[in-house]
């Protein structure tokens, strides 16, 4: 059986490449794939409702971390020359009704040439004993915790600050990327400013290993050893309290018949089976239940395949949920 079949134009169909026959496989399961395919409609992939991304910016010159939310701040790092290093994820624009929030304030210091932007009131104390200036414009709103109700429903992760002696610099990042260039250049985290939607995550199995694909077959795996490409996730925000996963490569995970059964990177568009509503498990940990109601497991709590067919959640069937 060849890896692609053709379909409409513009979409893929990707069966994973087997050595046995057709006999010893499951027919149905292929019916089902190939009925899916054509009938389908795919769900539109967006970022959180009502959000706007949370945008990174460093100055060479100035060895400045600048974090911003708004056009504004945009046009300000780019007229100073700064340049885009990534998305951090995603923040509201302005306070949404009914869900608790903090603003995330902007204060600049033309003595240490240092934009920090901060959403507790700690944060802003410091900043003015130190002398910065409040700017005017807030940069935008963050969740003050993951037990808010909004939070507990949904996908977020925290937005750490971080200081760095050296360069007199405030360094705000949500990504496992940031906390790596930090660390690497001697800053030291300070605290949780709040927490935001991710852009992209890995998931840590039990035993330490990340979920991990396989680009070759679209086979799922809990067994990479650290986070690249293979082990990274992009986030796309399918409603309020339910996402879809796509790798690198534009497939996405897909839970066969919508659970019960394996789950591959296989699906280049995200219908039913590649719905997953997270289950927060508290400090910092998520499970991922399937349109049908199962859970993503890793067999043996990491170093096996990962599967889509568990009832209830256990300790294979959580996962630390890390910001990339």
């Known amino acids: 059986m060849t890896d692609e079949s053709p379909g409409v134009p513009g979409r893929r169909m990707l069966l994973r490449r087997t050595d046995h026959s057709i006999h010893d496989e499951r027919p149905d399961l292929l019916a089902s794939n190939v009925i899916r395919f054509f009938t389908d409609a795919p769900i539109l992939s967006e970022i959180p409702a009502g959000t706007a991304p949370l945008v990174l910016y460093w100055s060479d010159a100035r060895s400045d971390n600048f974090t911003t939310a708004t056009e504004a701040g945009r046009r300000d790092a780019e007229a100073a020359g700064y340049r885009f290093v990534r998305t951090e994820g995603y923040i509201y624009p302005t306070a949404p009704r009914g869900t608790i929030v903090a603003p995330l304030k902007l204060y600049w210091s033309p003595a240490r040439e240092d934009n920090f932007t901060t959403a507790t009131e700690t944060g802003w104390r410091d900043a003015e004993a130190a002398s910065y200036t409040l700017v005017d414009r807030t940069e935008g709103f963050v969740l003050p915790s993951q037990s808010t109700p909004t939070s507990q429903r949904t996908l977020t992760v925290p937005l750490n600050l971080y200081w760095s002696d050296a360069r007199a610099d405030n360094f705000l990042t949500a990504s496992d990327?940031?906390?790596?260039?930090?660390?690497?250049?001697?800053?030291?985290?300070?605290?949780?400013?709040?927490?935001?939607?991710?852009?992209?995550?890995?998931?840590?199995?039990?035993?330490?290993?990340?979920?991990?694909?396989?680009?070759?077959?679209?086979?799922?795996?809990?067994?990479?050893?650290?986070?690249?490409?293979?082990?990274?996730?992009?986030?796309?925000?399918?409603?309020?309290?339910?996402?879809?996963?796509?790798?690198?490569?534009?497939?996405?995970?897909?839970?066969?018949?919508?659970?019960?059964?394996?789950?591959?990177?296989?699906?280049?568009?995200?219908?039913?089976?590649?719905?997953?509503?997270?289950?927060?498990?508290?400090?910092?940990?998520?499970?991922?239940?399937?349109?049908?109601?199962?859970?993503?497991?890793a067999e043996g709590g990491g170093g096996r395949e990962v599967v889509a067919n568990r009832t209830e959640i256990h300790e294979w069937e959580t996962f630390e949920l890390i910001g990339v």
């Open 177 to 297: 990327f940031g906390r790596q260039d930090a660390e690497a250049a001697g800053y030291r985290c300070v605290r949780v400013e709040g927490y935001i939607y991710p852009r992209a995550i890995a998931l840590r199995a039990q035993r330490g290993q990340y979920v991990s694909i396989d680009v070759g077959s679209g086979g799922v795996f809990a067994n990479g050893p650290d986070i690249h490409d293979s082990e990274t996730f992009e986030v796309v925000y399918l409603g309020p309290d339910t996402i879809a996963l796509r790798t690198p490569n534009g497939y996405y995970l897909s839970a066969q018949e919508g659970g019960g059964w394996g789950i591959y990177a296989n699906s280049s568009r995200a219908a039913e089976w590649e719905t997953f509503v997270p289950v927060l498990q508290g400090g910092g940990k998520i499970a991922l239940r399937t349109y049908n109601g199962h859970f993503v497991c």
